[in-house]
C-alpha cells in the first residue's frame, strides 16, 4: 500500500506560483507512475502533469510550459511546480500513484486563485 499525503496549497494572485509537494510512504515512489489531477468544481478530475517510474515527465496541453512535475527519491516525494497561475487553475488538486491494478490517491489539496 501507498500513502500519499498532499501540501502546499492555498490562495494566490493571477499570475502568481505555488509548488505542491506529495509525500508517499509505505513504498517507495520510484517504482510507482505518479501524477497529479485536479478536479474543479462542477468538472470531472483531470490529469494535470504524470511522471512515470523511470522519470519522464508529461502534461496536458493547458500547463505545458507553466507547470513541472518532478521527483525527489531520496524523499519519497513528488513536486508539482505551477507558475503564471490563472483562476482557470482553481481547483482541487490531488496526487495518484499507479502500478499495474495499483491506484492510490491522496487527500488533495485546495488551489485558489483569485484577486
Known amino acids: 500500500q501507498v500513502q500519499l499525503v498532499e501540501s502546499g496549497g492555498g490562495l494566490v494572485q493571477p499570475g502568481g506560483s505555488l509548488r505542491l509537494s506529495c509525500v508517499a510512504s509505505?513504498?517507495?515512489?520510484?517504482?510507482?507512475?505518479m501524477a497529479w489531477y485536479r478536479q474543479a468544481p462542477g468538472k470531472q478530475r483531470e490529469l494535470v502533469a504524470a511522471i512515470t517510474s523511470g522519470g519522464r515527465p508529461s502534461y496536458e496541453d493547458s500547463v505545458k510550459g507553466r507547470f513541472t512535475i518532478s521527483r525527489d527519491v531520496a524523499k519519497n516525494t513528488v513536486y508539482l511546480q505551477m507558475n503564471s497561475l490563472s483562476a482557470e487553475d482553481t481547483a482541487v488538486y490531488y496526487c495518484?500513484?499507479?502500478?499495474?491494478?495499483?491506484?492510490?490517491w491522496g487527500q488533495g489539496t485546495q488551489v485558489t486563485v483569485s484577486s
Open positions: 509505505g513504498s517507495g515512489i520510484i517504482i510507482w507512475n
Open positions: 495518484n500513484a499507479k502500478r499495474a491494478s495499483a491506484d492510490y
